[in-house]
DNA sequence: TATTGTTATACTCTATAACTATA
DNA sequence: TATAGTTATAGAGTATAACAATA
């Protein structure tokens, strides 16, 4: 059925953003539980697993784009996850508009933490699909991620 | 770099949600617009859409389902879309408890009205990726979503 | 008792605009 | 004037629990 109301429009089955979302929701289904037992919400460990990537500092401007959240969101986002000492906030050198973020030790234990059962139920995920699945899922997802 | 800050956690480039949400942003950064345009939301426009695509009237539980929206959530956004004039509500025959939702003929105005502008875009990305790339990409993506 | 849906509530995120400080 | 970030505000969605009606 490719057309099934008669409107010009495909199915729902076949539209892109559903089946991006499911497998989304599949995924995050097994791993916000998880996130949940230790009290950050989804975007927070967005926020704090772009942090921990790297040792270099980050501004919020990088992280936004990195994390795919807007400004407004990341400024109390962030307020917030400095109070509760997982990050640190600080002027940037050279130019005061800038705002420098890291991760503290305190925020690199947290993701220490959730990372082993992380990888764990990652790699059940992962042992369900076909052999190099996973690596040809991620290659087209940058494919589209790069259309625009 | 596989393991950055040695904290046992894959790179954040190497997350799963991350590159799934990555690839829908890209693709709904072409779609919102046009939707904008119309007045619907993106969660209105996926109610629609299930509505829409066949004739059989379906139970909110149902559509929950399909839509990935919670039930508090729909049925707000139901009794939004029944203001507009957009969906009908009606009690289900043999079962009180139930309520079936139909689109209305204005609803499949809108929903027709959008259809055209619509497939343009969705085609312009297709046309973007390699020749098969989709029909790869939603066979994966299945097999993502059906992990539980 | 279990199921279907609604209402209540609190929280978070989205989105845009206005604003401050700095460049 | 442009840029980086914050604050303000409105709106929408998420998530859980409590509730009513029906099965």
Redesign the pocket.
């Known amino acids: 059925m490719s057309d099934p109301g008669g409107l010009g429009i495909r199915d729902f089955e076949r539209s892109l953003p559903m089946a991006l979302l499911r497998a989304r929701e599949a995924v995050?289904r097994r791993f916000?539980?998880l996130l949940?037992e230790h009290g950050v919400?989804?975007?927070?460990w967005r926020v704090l697993r772009a942090l921990a990537d790297s040792d270099s500092p980050?501004?919020?401007?990088?992280?936004?784009d990195r994390t795919?959240?807007?400004?407004?969101?990341?400024?109390?986002?962030?307020?917030?996850l400095d109070e509760r000492g997982l990050v640190l906030?600080t002027?940037?050198p050279?130019?005061?508009?800038?705002?420098?973020?890291t991760i503290t030790a305190h925020g690199r234990r947290l993701v220490a933490a959730i990372a082993p059962d992380s990888e764990r139920r990652y790699r059940s995920i992962e042992d369900r699909l076909e052999p190099g699945a996973l690596d040809e899922l991620y290659r087209l997802l940058d494919h589209v991620a790069a259309i625009d």
């Open positions: 995050m916000r539980p949940a919400t989804e975007q927070q980050k501004t919020i401007g990088a992280l936004a795919l959240l807007l400004g407004p969101s990341l400024s109390r986002m962030l307020a917030t906030r002027p940037a050279g130019d005061a508009r800038r705002t420098e973020l």
